[in-house]
C-alpha cells in the first residue's frame, strides 16, 4: 500500500509554462518533505512543511501543506530547463513512519 | 565534503551471484538507510540502521542482509541475485531517525543489473 500518491506521474512542459504536482494521502502526516533528484544523483531537500495550510515559497516553487496534512503540493511558475529531473513528497506519519511518495518525473523543454 | 560514499557506482551481476553494496558516512550520524529505486518512482526502504550494532527491516527486505559494526560503515548484501533486484540502490544517512526539519543525506546511488 502507498500512502503517499503523486500526480502526475510523468509531466512534459515548454519553458516557461506553469506547473502542479500533487501529493496526495488518505493518511495524516505530521510533517511532509519535498526532494529534487536528478538522473544519476541522490534526492536532495528543498523544503519541510509541518503546519496545516503552511506555505513556503523558494525562489519560484511555493510548496503548500495542505489544512488536515493529508496532502501537499508544489506549484512551479515559469519552468525553466534547470527545473528538470523527479520530484519525490516524503512524510513522517503520525506513527512516526517516514515514507517516500511515487514521484513525479518533470521534462522542461526549452 | 565526502558525505555518503557508495562503491561500486555500476554492477552487472549474474542470477545467483552474491555482491555487497559498500556505503560509508563521515558526517557522525547514528542513522542510516538503504532504499532501492525502480526507474521514474520513488524509494523504498530495504533495511534501516540506528546505530552500530543495530539494524532492522524496511519495506523490501527480502533478498538483502545489512551489517553495521562501526557508526560509518553500513554495508548491503545481496544473496542470490535475481532479476527482480535490478535497481538502482541509495545509501542515506540522517541526524534524526525520523527527519523533520533536518534532512536525509543521499549518496549519488549504485546501478546494479542482474542478468
Known amino acids: 500500500t502507498q500512502l503517499l500518491e503523486q500526480s502526475p506521474q510523468f509531466l512534459s512542459i515548454q519553458e516557461g509554462e506553469n506547473l502542479t504536482v500533487y501529493c496526495n494521502s488518505s493518511s495524516v502526516f505530521s510533517s511532509l518533505q519535498w526532494y529534487r533528484q536528478e538522473p544519476g544523483e541522490g534526492p536532495v531537500l528543498l523544503v519541510t512543511?509541518?503546519?496545516?495550510?503552511e506555505v513556503k515559497k523558494l525562489k519560484r516553487l511555493t510548496f503548500q501543506f495542505g489544512d488536515a496534512r493529508k496532502d501537499s503540493s508544489l506549484h512551479i511558475t515559469a519552468a525553466q530547463p534547470g527545473d528538470t529531473g523527479l520530484y519525490l513528497c516524503?512524510?513522517?506519519?503520525?506513527?512516526?513512519?517516514?515514507?517516500f511518495g511515487t514521484g513525479t518525473s518533470l521534462t522542461v523543454i526549452p | 565534503n565526502a558525505g555518503v560514499t557508495q562503491t561500486p557506482k555500476f554492477r552487472i551481476l549474474k542470477i545467483g551471484q552474491s555482491m555487497t553494496l559498500q556505503c560509508a558516512q563521515d558526517m557522525n550520524h547514528n542513522y542510516m538507510y538503504w532504499y532501492r529505486q525502480d526507474p521514474g518512482m520513488g524509494l523504498k526502504l530495504i533495511y534501516y540502521?540506528?546505530?552500530?550494532?543495530?539494524?532492522d527491516k524496511g519495506e523490501v527486505p527480502n533478498g538483502y542482509n545489512v551489517s553495521r559494526s562501526t557508526t560509518e560503515d553500513f554495508p548491503l548484501r545481496l544473496e542470490l541475485a535475481a532479476p527482480s533486484q535490478t535497481s538502482v540502490y541509495f545509501c542515506?544517512?540522517?541526524?534524526?531517525?525520523?527527519?523533520?526539519?533536518?534532512?536525509?543525506?543521499f549518496g549519488e546511488g549504485s546501478w546494479l543489473t542482474v542478468v
Open positions: 516524503a512524510g513522517v506519519d503520525t506513527g512516526n513512519q517516514f515514507y
Open positions: 542515506a544517512s540522517s541526524l534524526y531517525l525520523i527527519p523533520r526539519n533536518d534532512t536525509i543525506y
Open positions: 512543511v509541518v503546519t496545516g495550510g
Open positions: 540502521s540506528v546505530g552500530a550494532g543495530i539494524t
